[in-house]
């Protein structure tokens, strides 16, 4: 489960998810970027693009062999459903696995991110959803997302 929101996507991540389901627009998709930072919650959730995040100074997106970004579209996303029992809706995504990951960087964080243009956009043009801690330590071993069990957003009062 995401450990904040970023404030520019505060009341709206569930809509730009449906976005990306939805295909709407046909370019869009969610992007997982994982990040080594010694910066505060309070900084990084101010930081409104993916380009704002990674010139930050306390802040890197990790470079590891065997590491590149997840680019997740409407096909493999899963419409979200309302749980009107619990008030909530949790937006969950498949496993993530990262293949024979080199030792290096330290990974510290997922920063998941909406990109309404995968083919024309740069990172100025993603904006980030939500920072979900995620420590690992790369050894050569496959690293693995759990993003189904939890999920990485959860929308309640």
């Given at each position: 489960m995401a450990n904040f929101?970023?404030?520019?996507?505060?009341?709206?991540?569930?809509?730009?998810?449906?976005?990306?389901?939805?295909?709407?627009?046909?370019?869009?998709?969610?992007?997982?970027?994982?990040?080594?930072?010694?910066?505060t919650d309070a900084a990084l959730k101010d930081l409104d693009t993916l380009a704002a995040i990674e010139a930050d100074g306390n802040t890197a997106e990790v470079t590891n062999s065997g590491y590149a970004r997840k680019v997740l579209t409407d096909a493999d996303l899963a419409a979200y459903s309302v749980n009107d029992a619990s008030d909530l809706i949790d937006l969950?995504?498949?496993?993530?696995?990262?293949?024979?990951?080199?030792?290096?960087?330290?990974?510290?964080?997922?920063?998941?991110?909406?990109?309404?243009?995968?083919?024309?956009?740069?990172?100025?043009?993603?904006?980030?959803?939500?920072?979900?801690?995620?420590?690992?330590?790369?050894?050569?071993?496959?690293?693995?997302?759990?993003l189904t069990t939890n999920g990485f957003f959860r929308a309640a009062e």
């Open positions: 929101v970023y404030n520019i996507a505060k009341g709206r991540v569930v809509e730009l998810y449906n976005r990306v389901d939805s295909n709407d627009p046909a370019n869009s998709a969610i992007v997982i970027v994982a990040i080594n930072t010694s910066a969950v995504l498949t496993n993530q696995t990262w293949t024979a990951v080199a030792a290096g960087t330290a990974w510290t964080d997922l920063v998941i991110c909406y990109d309404p243009d995968t083919t024309a956009g740069t990172d100025a043009n993603i904006i980030p959803l939500t920072c979900n801690d995620f420590a690992i330590t790369p050894d050569g071993s496959d690293i693995i997302a759990d």
